[in-house]
């Protein structure tokens, strides 16, 4: 089952490249934490997004959102999408399990290239209040389709002004 709006968010914590460990129930945001789960290293299109999204990250601190990137890439994979990527100020986490993505509700695929690892989860990004709670979810089942963060931003702007709750129930 995937998470749902205004209910807990499923457990999640992983090793970061800078060497600490990141866990959802230490976040301590002063509104929201974005977690962008990315396919990894061998997709470009998670390059420019994680590329845009570093371009962002002082919009969204100032907006008191905490950011964090992970994918299920291996340390040294990760490493190689800081660098050639040039994501200098990103969280950005590794070793991501599939039992956690599939916590998540992620969509799992099989490589089918060489440069593609054997399994890896396809995107999603969540926003999760400061009570950790799901506020907002998107789940895509192939590189495509992500919410685009500058409006993303506007947004945040729209549901700390209005006070907008958390919307959205499976049924």
């Not at 992970?70 to 969280?91: G, I, Q």
């Not at 054997?118 to 389709?145: M, R």
């Amino acid at each position: 089952m995937r998470p749902t709006p205004k209910h807990k968010a499923p457990e999640l914590q992983f090793p970061l490249i800078d060497g600490n460990e990141w866990n959802l129930k230490k976040e301590r945001p002063e509104h929201f934490t974005l977690i962008v789960f990315y396919r990894g290293l061998h997709c470009p299109v998670c390059k420019k997004y994680l590329q845009q999204l570093e371009e962002l990250l002082p919009d969204f601190d100032k907006r008191g959102v905490n950011v964090v990137a992970v994918s299920m890439d291996t340390e040294k994979r990760a490493r190689l999408s800081r660098k050639d990527w040039e994501l200098k100020n990103l969280a950005l986490g590794f070793n991501l399990d599939a039992e956690t993505a599939k916590s998540w509700g992620l969509y799992m695929s099989k490589g089918i290239k060489d440069a593609e690892p054997d399994e890896f989860s396809e995107p999603g990004l969540f926003l999760i209040d400061n009570q950790s709670e799901v506020y907002y979810s998107s789940i895509t089942s192939n590189p495509w389709g992500r919410p685009y963060l500058p409006s993303f931003l506007e947004a945040i702007d729209f549901i700390l002004d209005k006070k907008y709750p958390a919307r959205g129930e499976l049924v």
